[in-house]
């Protein structure tokens, strides 16, 4: 297997060393902003987010007026993460301690009695609870919502929130925010969720303003172990079983997530997928009999420790997880088989590899996989995540969705290519006859000069600093990519034509101007997102994007927009998979082919159509033409007619 994306980082050091107050970077970043009523933090896996809460919990409580203070997670197993925890030793004025019998994640407590011992708890002495989203949710019904004035509320994974009118824990987040003086901070290591709907309505977002942002680049650069990622797709046609024993490196920690039970990748029971699973590992010698760990003998003749969280029986499932919280060394597992968990909050800092087997839908759900393996540890030097996805083939019956899955799974690793990797910065480039220093950022190597690039409004550059990964997921899942993968459309047409509708759909708050200052920064950013900048040996800077290389004097906004800016993703699959099976891929996507819009019929019949008639004589294109661009001026030009027809036609 060879990946799609390797990105390597400095170790710096910088994001796991703590200053004299036991902070880390992006804690102290946060604490600095401890005064602000509401706080929204973006921060990925193991950035320490927890902790970052207790301390300005604990600064609430002693110094802002604050009474008490209400931690929700989305799971019991997340709650660990807010366990009493000593600070002082580390240089803070105060341990976080969770007031006795307020612990609502405790195993073996009663779900009935967990609402009313909530609301015991707003009437109490008691300065610190911690309960499940369910349990805040389900406690908030028909409550006096006034209960919660002086109260600090800490949302842990705030994604699983939403602005539908369906979603009670959206609900009860715009309710104590309209009706009480309650705190709140809202911590997530992936803002975007995998349905269309944001998680905050525009006004109460604005709130939140500005986000406290700690990218995963700041993240994993600043680590002082691992220094390289790696993000790669297997192909597989048949039984993914058969594709194991190349895939998956038993000298490796690895996490193993197998198919949803209803996914086309599931061949045959949970169960026995996990022993096919194992018998590619090797033979099972013996087991733990007090925590369910299999002992497995290679081929080579190591012993490995498997665990089974596949496995339904509560018994054996609690002992095991229950071993999984105890780990304090290596030794203590190497390959651990999963299904609907080990994901967002579990923590097991020396897994090196993800396989992740069958497509993930949702951008969450694989960025929480990926950051499973992206923990510093001592001795893990790479972290590795690979997704195991079926090759859609002609002969299948349902290739069109296996088509879907597949484009699925290749815009999900790009997105998480620009999510890992350091931003670029765009500026506008200075007139030639100026001498404007004051606007110049050249000690910043990640910035890049765009003539023609609009300046942005205060509006446009908060999205650009906060949402603009959020809207990069839009534009993924929508169906432009589909057309942009086919390998045949017009660059220009997806920059100026499809894109656009994307922004006005998702920010139709923004005026025109605003709306094509933000395209400007999405094409861009997508477009020259994991480009290389390459100095020729007369010192001039060439920047190579898409197979081209291209002066950094020359940049511009149109040049920009005259590159595909999904070109990566086709020389993916082009590289990864055989001419037929990229011919099925085109093919299908080609089936499916939206209709033709008017603004697309207008830029190629007055761009396009010129340039081929004076290579052709004169001579119009046919829709037979087997050119498909041609093919597609062809449509055009039909479309127009059909337009002027129906004008007049009305008249």
């Known amino acids: 297997m060879e990946n799609l994306v390797q990105i390597q980082y400095g170790q710096t050091g910088v994001s796991a060393t703590t200053d004299a107050l036991g902070m880390r970077e992006m804690q102290r970043i946060v604490y600095a902003a401890r005064s602000r009523q509401y706080l929204l933090v973006k921060a990925p896996p193991a950035s320490g987010k927890s902790r970052a809460l207790m301390f300005v919990a604990l600064d609430k409580l002693a110094n802002q007026g604050i009474k008490r203070v209400i931690v929700a997670v989305p799971e019991k197993t997340i709650a660990r993460s807010f366990k009493d925890t000593e600070l002082v030793p580390h240089g803070f004025f105060a341990d976080w301690k969770v007031s006795e019998g307020y612990n609502l994640c405790t195993p073996g407590l009663k779900e009935s009695g967990l609402r009313q011992k909530f609301i015991d708890f707003l009437t109490s002495d008691a300065t610190v609870l911690v309960c499940t989203h369910s349990t805040f949710r389900n406690a908030l019904k028909d409550l006096d919502i006034t209960l919660l004035n002086d109260t600090f509320i800490g949302i842990d994974e705030f994604h699983h929130t939403s602005a ?97 039970v209803n996914s086309r990748s599931s061949y045959t029971r949970k169960y026995d997928q996990v022993a096919d699973i194992i018998s590619c590992i090797g033979t099972v010698v013996g087991e733990d009999a007090e925590h369910y760990i299999k002992m497995v003998k290679t081929p080579d003749g190591r012993i490995l420790k498997v665990g089974d969280l596949v496995e339904d029986d509560p018994r054996q499932r609690e002992a095991l997880q229950a071993y999984l919280n105890r780990m304090d060394c290596a030794n203590a597992l190497d390959i651990l088989i999963a299904l609907g968990t080990a994901k967002e909050g579990f923590d097991w800092q020396w897994c090196e590899c993800c396989l992740t087997i069958g497509i993930r839908a949702s951008l969450t759900e694989v960025i929480q996989i990926i950051g499973r393996c992206t923990r510093d540890c001592e001795g893990k030097t790479h972290a590795q995540f690979t997704n195991l996805i079926p090759c859609p083939s002609a002969a299948e019956d349902d290739v069109k969705n296996a088509v879907n899955d597949m484009l699925k799974a290749i815009t999900a690793s790009l997105l998480m290519e620009q999510v890992m990797q350091p931003e670029w910065k765009f500026r506008t480039a200075p007139e030639k006859d100026t001498d404007d220093e004051s606007d110049r950022d050249e000690s910043d190597r990640r910035t890049i000069r765009v003539k023609g690039l609009k300046k942005a409004t205060d509006r446009v550059q908060a999205i650009v600093e906060n949402d603009l990964t959020e809207l990069k997921a839009t534009l993924y899942s929508s169906d432009i990519i589909k057309q942009a993968l086919a390998g045949n459309q017009i660059a220009e047409v997806i920059t100026q034509s499809l894109i656009p509708k994307i922004i006005e759909e998702r920010y139709p708050e923004l005026t025109p101007e605003e709306q094509e200052q933000l395209r400007q920064h999405l094409v861009l950013s997508t477009t020259l997102q994991g480009a290389e900048v390459v100095t020729h040996e007369d010192g001039s800077k060439f920047l190579k994007v898409a197979n081209q290389f291209i002066n950094l004097d020359d940049l511009s906004i149109n040049l920009i927009d005259s590159i595909n800016p999904f070109q990566r993703a086709y020389e993916i699959l082009s590289k990864s998979l055989t001419p037929e099976i990229l011919r099925t891929i085109q093919d299908t996507i080609d089936s499916q082919r939206e209709e033709m819009t008017k603004e697309e019929a207008i830029l190629l019949y007055k761009k396009y159509l010129p340039k081929y008639k004076e290579e052709h004589g004169g001579d119009l294109p046919t829709v037979h033409d087997p050119d498909p661009t041609a093919k597609r001026i062809a449509v055009a030009i039909a479309f127009l007619r059909k337009l002027k027809q129906q004008s007049l036609t009305a008249k």
Do not use: C, W
């Open 164 to 260: 539908d009118e369906l979603n009670n824990l959206g609900t009860a987040i715009r309710a104590i925010i309209g009706g009480t003086n309650a705190h709140i901070m809202a911590m997530t290591g992936s803002y975007f969720r995998g349905d269309a709907v944001p998680v905050m309505r525009p006004e109460d977002e604005a709130k939140f303003q500005p986000t406290i942002t700690y990218n995963y680049y700041q993240q994993l650069n600043g680590y002082k172990y691992l220094k390289s990622l790696g993000i790669g797709y297997q192909f597989y046609q048949g039984k993914y079983i058969t594709a194991i024993p190349l895939t998956l490196d038993t000298h490796k920690k690895t996490l193993i997530h197998i198919p949803n």
